[in-house]
């Protein structure tokens, strides 16, 4: 894909989801300013898809009529080094969900970061060892203390017992 095609791709694609929106928006929502109440429920979501979709619109036209660097450019949008890095990304990223599932998000975000950090980084292990512990315990520190808000442990729950008992 070149540039070219991926600026023309991305307003298109945006476009589309502005309608998109712009018509859920007047589903059963007022999409108006009520007299003494402000907005309508739909009022902002119609209004700021609106703007997304003429800005979207003028870049089509612009990418159409080769008017910026961008829409005349044929290189390629993306190499294959970049390619292989978000490819490797996302892959991380899924595994990271789906062991949450399983194992816990604490578990899985040590995997993960260790992955991220070490294996793909190659940043030193004081690096990787200092945010694999202190990451996970940030965001449980905010979430389940803080918020009181549970965050999934899959089978790694048991371990969190004598943390409860501390907190409770």
């Given at each position: 894909?070149?540039?070219?095609?991926?600026?023309?791709?991305?307003?298109?694609?945006?476009?589309?989801?502005?309608?998109?929106?712009?018509?859920?928006?007047?589903?059963?929502?007022?999409?108006?300013?009520?007299?003494?109440?402000?907005?309508?429920?739909?009022?902002?979501?119609?209004?700021?898809?609106?703007?997304?979709?003429?800005?979207?619109?003028?870049?089509?036209?612009?990418?159409?009529?080769?008017?910026?660097?961008?829409?005349?450019?044929?290189?390629?949008?993306?190499d294959r080094e970049?390619?292989?890095?978000?490819?490797?990304?996302?892959?991380?990223?899924?595994?990271?969900?789906?062991?949450?599932?399983?194992?816990?998000?604490?578990?899985?975000?040590?995997?993960?970061?260790?992955?991220?950090?070490?294996?793909?980084?190659?940043?030193?292990?004081?690096?990787?060892?200092?945010?694999?512990?202190?990451?996970?315990?940030?965001?449980?520190?905010?979430?389940?203390?803080?918020?009181?808000?549970?965050?999934?442990?899959?089978?790694?729950?048991?371990?969190?017992?004598?943390?409860?008992?501390?907190?409770?």
């Amino acid at each position: 894909m070149t540039v070219r095609m991926a600026e023309f791709t991305a307003a298109f694609l945006l476009a589309l989801g502005s309608i998109g929106l712009m018509w859920k928006s007047t589903d059963g929502l007022s999409i108006g300013w009520i007299p003494g109440n402000g907005p309508g429920s739909g009022f902002w979501p119609f209004w700021l898809s609106l703007i997304m979709l003429l800005s979207s619109l003028t870049t089509l036209y612009r990418a159409w009529a080769g008017k910026t660097p961008q829409s005349r450019s044929n290189e390629p949008f993306i190499d294959r080094e970049t390619f292989q890095i978000v490819g490797v990304t996302v892959a991380a990223l899924f595994f990271l969900l789906l062991g949450t599932s399983y194992i816990g998000l604490y578990l899985s975000l040590i995997a993960f970061l260790f992955f991220y950090l070490r294996i793909l980084g190659g940043h030193s292990w004081l690096l990787t060892i200092a945010l694999m512990i202190g990451i996970p315990v940030f965001i449980f520190m905010f979430f389940e203390i803080l918020m009181t808000v549970p965050l999934p442990k899959g089978i790694s729950e048991p371990l969190f017992y004598p943390i409860y008992d501390l907190m409770y």
